[in-house]
Nanobody, 131 residues
Framework: QVQLIESGGGTVQAGGSLRLSCEAS????????????MGWFRQDPGKEREFVAT????????YYADSVKGRFTIARDNAKNTVYLQMNSLKPEDTAVYYC????????????????????WGQGTRVTVSS
């Protein structure tokens, strides 16, 4: 099994910044974490879970939703089994529960962009952006 623990959510004013962290444990920890793709998604109540950002296991490839491009940055530290989401210039429409997801081990250094691509999910961390 793989466990993902998110942290870093909170309440911030529009224009502010937050950094989310997601630490993996279990089968995705240690050296094997480096062969797992990682992604961030978000969900508002009553809405479908939507893609935010993804990073390949080597960090060579990243991909962002158009709504966050230029404001959010995804990064990973394989030595710490952790993926990060730096969120700048936050807007009220960024308010949601943010989920970390992973899948692996992968044979290809891929970025994965849909909910169905991922096998394991964290419990989520809430981000609230006030206007």
């Amino acid at each position: 099994q793989v466990q993902l623990i998110e942290s870093g959510g909170g309440t911030v004013q529009a224009g502010g910044s937050l950094r989310l962290s997601c630490e993996a444990s279990g089968r995705a920890s240690g050296r094997t974490f480096a062969s797992y793709a990682m992604g961030w998604f978000r969900q508002d109540p009553g809405k479908e879970r939507e893609f935010v950002a993804t990073i390949s296991w080597s960090s060579k490839s990243t991909y962002y939703a158009d709504s966050v491009k230029g404001r959010f940055t995804i990064a990973r530290d394989n030595a710490k089994n952790t993926v990060y989401l730096q969120m700048n210039s936050l807007k009220p429409e960024d308010t949601a529960v943010y989920y970390c997801a992973t899948v692996g081990p992968l044979l290809f250094d891929a970025t994965l962009k849909t909910v169905d691509d991922y096998d394991y999910w964290g419990q989520g961390t809430r981000v609230t952006v006030s206007s």
